[in-house]
């Protein structure tokens, strides 16, 4: 790995960790203490130079400031500026008392600018190196009009006092660089493993990144298999319902053999559990049927396909027309279909109300399998209700299927129907329409024309279930005698 690219270029770029800022800048203060107590001693007892003696104490007393702020986390860049003026001020008063700009302390100048650099930040080093610029420029002029202080440092003493200044500087500078570097060191390597440790993640990342993909690819191709299948099945189920429509008479059949009819078929899937069945034995006798076979769907469809062909075979073969013979058929062949399997029987079945109409006779046989016919004549609602038992099923054996019968009028409405209308889900309450509320509207919408009753159901059925699901397939069959 190329190490120029880690490279730090300037202390700024140093300041990930504080604790080796703190150590630099603590190396730094020890070191100027250092040189300033050695001064003191120098200046009192060597030199015998009583304003150097003075400026030493007040560097000493200073740097312990220094050390306290330190101690309490102050801000760094106060500390820099801090200690800046500390030089600053300080050498400038040796100047002053000790030669002008021809005293060598003058050298130590150049520490105020580096420290501001180094301890602050950069606008504070510029900042220092034009007031240091200024304080040198002071002195220069006061020292060329002679308006200076007398010099105080002994003159067989200004030598050693040259050398002792130039002595320092060197030791200051070797100090604080040498530490600069080991903290560069450190830093770089620190930057090296962060490196590393940010290309081990990078490639980590890579490889979820990779594995992600390739399980997005093959989350889509088994979505769009998925699609495939779905549309398939679509298809097949759509093609049932066709089929399923196409086994129960027309609307417009039914229309022919009575006054008047409708039919409200909603499944509440493609396919459905509800259908309806009707055959013409003529001489006026027809058999009309509504069936709701267990669950929806699916499920429901195969039965009624079932249920369907039974019926045919009843009326078409034995020529049975009797309600009550047509249910107990009904039930023998569910029950018989439904058992042919060696781990116990599947309990489906139906449930269904069937009625026959003699028009020479002017009678109507009904018998059902938990269902009830309704009729409306002259205005009043008469109910004939089925038999407790479903068609099919195993639970309840020797059952017992009555039929009824009763004189009809011309203009009679009987109304066939699941229990798909009134179960529905819905209202403000989210409740279900229930039998009364169902009786209401048929009683309520008697005096309409039954493609209008048709409507007016479906309005009725839309406004309760709201923005609900529907709750089960629904069949309503009416007819006008």
């Not at 030493?56 to 306290?68: E, G, P, Q, S």
């Not at 080093?125 to 002029?141: H, P, Q, R, S, Y």
């Not at 399997?341 to 309990?347: A, I, L, N, S």
């Amino acid at each position: 790995m190329n190490e120029n690219v880690l490279q730090p270029t300037a202390f700024s770029s140093l300041q990930e960790s504080a604790q080796d800022k703190i150590r630099f800048l603590k190396v730094s203060l020890i070191t100027t203490l250092f040189i300033s107590v050695v001064y003191y001693f120098l200046s009192k007892y060597v030199m015998l130079f009583r304003v150097g003696e003075l400026v030493c104490l007040y560097f000493i007393a200073v740097h312990f400031v220094l050390f306290i702020l330190l101690k309490i986390r102050v801000q760094f860049y106060i500390i820099g500026n801090a200690f800046s003026f500390l030089i600053l001020s300080g050498l400038s008063v040796i100047a002053i008392y000790s030669g002008g700009v021809e005293a060598p302390v003058i050298t130590w100048f150049l520490c105020v600018i580096v420290s501001a650099f180094w301890y602050a930040n950069r606008l504070s080093g510029i900042i220092w190196f034009v007031i240091t610029a200024l304080v040198v420029l002071f002195i220069f002029i006061t020292d060329a009009l002679d308006i200076l202080p007398e010099n105080q440092m002994p003159e067989e003493a200004y030598s050693f006092y040259a050398g002792v200044m130039v002595m320092g500087i060197m030791v200051y500078y070797f100090v604080v660089i040498i530490t600069y570097e080991n903290w560069k060191r450190r830093a770089l390597i620190k930057m090296n493993v962060q490196h590393q440790e940010l290309l081990s993640n990078h490639e980590e990342l890579y490889q979820q990144t990779e594995e992600i993909v390739a399980q997005r690819e093959l989350l889509d191709e088994r979505s769009q298999s998925l699609e495939e299948v779905n549309s398939k099945l679509s298809g097949s189920i759509q093609y049932a319902s066709r089929i399923q429509e196409s086994i129960m008479s027309k609307e417009e059949e039914l229309k022919k053999y009575f006054s008047d009819a409708f039919v409200y078929w909603k499944p509440k899937d493609v396919v459905g559990g509800d259908f309806y069945w009707m055959c013409n034995y003529g001489n006026g006798v027809k058999v009309l049927a509504c069936i709701d076979c267990t669950g929806h769907g699916v499920p429901g469809s195969f039965l009624t396909i079932m249920a369907n062909d039974i019926l045919n075979e009843a009326a078409h073969y034995l020529k049975m027309s009797d309600p009550r013979h047509l249910i107990i058929f009904l039930d023998q062949n569910i029950q018989r279909l439904t058992s042919k399997r060696e781990k116990g029987y599947v309990e489906d079945g139906m449930d269904i109300s069937i009625i026959r109409v003699n028009e020479q006779e002017k009678e109507v046989e009904f018998a059902g399998a938990k269902q009830i016919l309704y009729r409306i004549s002259e205005g009043e609602l008469l109910e004939y209700k089925g038999d407790k038992f479903s068609v099919g099923g195993h639970a309840i054996q020797n059952k017992r299927f009555i039929k009824q019968s009763f004189e009809y009028q011309k203009g009679d409405l009987l109304y066939l129907q699941s229990d798909g209308f009134q179960d529905q889900f819905g209202g403000k309450k989210d409740k279900k329409y229930l039998r009364k509320r169902y009786k209401s509207s048929l009683i309520n919408q008697s005096h309409l024309a039954l493609r209008n009753q048709k409507e007016e159901l479906d309005k009725a059925f839309h406004l309760w279930k709201g923005e609900g699901k529907q709750t089960d397939d629904v069949l309503v069959v009416g007819i006008k005698l």
